[in-house]
């Protein structure tokens, strides 16, 4: 397969080349992590480039930066052209990644952000592959815990507050294990470095509440998904106890997309296999993202 390497970025408004968008050694989000970003992915279903949920991104794009008085200099409509107007400029014809980004830019060493600090924005196409082995993955509980709301808004992606996921997926993999499970400050389970959690125990279907975790755009899906197909499903206090004992665990992102946990801290998560329930929201979420379950249609911008 040919590599993928689109030729032009979309930056403050203009499609450029990739080697001639650079930005000076003084840009204030190198030195803090004031920068808020998404991730988001188009998948080519043979006939057109589908992007799941544009609209849902766009809108915790702006807001993960209003949290930090970061000013979006483009309007909503405006990002949405510009993504969609990106795969056309690359003539994307095959499943990518979308990483639109904005960052304060000339604003010297201050750490007082406004509306009026200078920021820029831009969207970037990367390849897309799988990151995790759809077979199931192993995980571990962090010894690093969630970052708390106390000490930053934990609904904004911005780039500062990843150094936590960063921190944890490196301690994961240097132990041995796929990827980390980090519990929040009161030691219930939060979230992953960049995926949400489920459990499944007895047909019932539950994930933790957002007060530190991410609200993910794929877990209100797989909520979504769950309630359509009939299952009972809560968003609850999980313990690390009951996620040793849960009949499945899955993660879910939008780059991962759902993953089952099949082993944690080298326990087996039931019998070890990915469970049935998982299995079912895996091929309805891979339909789903393809555009070929009209009935969510709704979530898909085609590209051409
Ligand atoms: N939690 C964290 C910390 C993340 O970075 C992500 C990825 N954006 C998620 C959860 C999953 O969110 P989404 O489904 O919107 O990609």
Known sequence: MKAFGPKYIWFDGRFVARDRAQVPLTTHAIHYGTSA???????????????????????????????????????????RDAVTGLCRKNRVRESCYIRPFYFVGQHGVSLHVTERSPTHAAVLLLSFQDIFDKDGISAHISPWRKFSGAST???????GNYLNSIIATQEAKR?????AILLDSSGSVGEAPGENIFIVKNGRLATPPV?????????DTVLRMGRAMGLEVSVRRITRRQLYGADEVLLCGTAAEIVPVTRIDRRKIADGRPGEITRRLMDQYSDIVMNRNRRYSRWITEVY
């Open 37 to 79: 970003f998404e991730g988001i992915r188009a998948y080519w279903n043979s006939e057109n480039l589908c992007i799941f949920r544009l609209g849902d991104h766009i809108r915790r794009f702006r807001r993960s930066g209003k949290y930090y008085s970061m000013s979006l200099r483009f309007t909503d409509a405006q990002i």
């Open 211 to 219: 007060s530190s975790a991410l609200k993910g755009i794929t877990r």
């Open 153 to 159: 808004p934990t609904q904004a992606k911005m780039g």
């Open 175 to 179: 132990r041995g294990f796929d990827e």
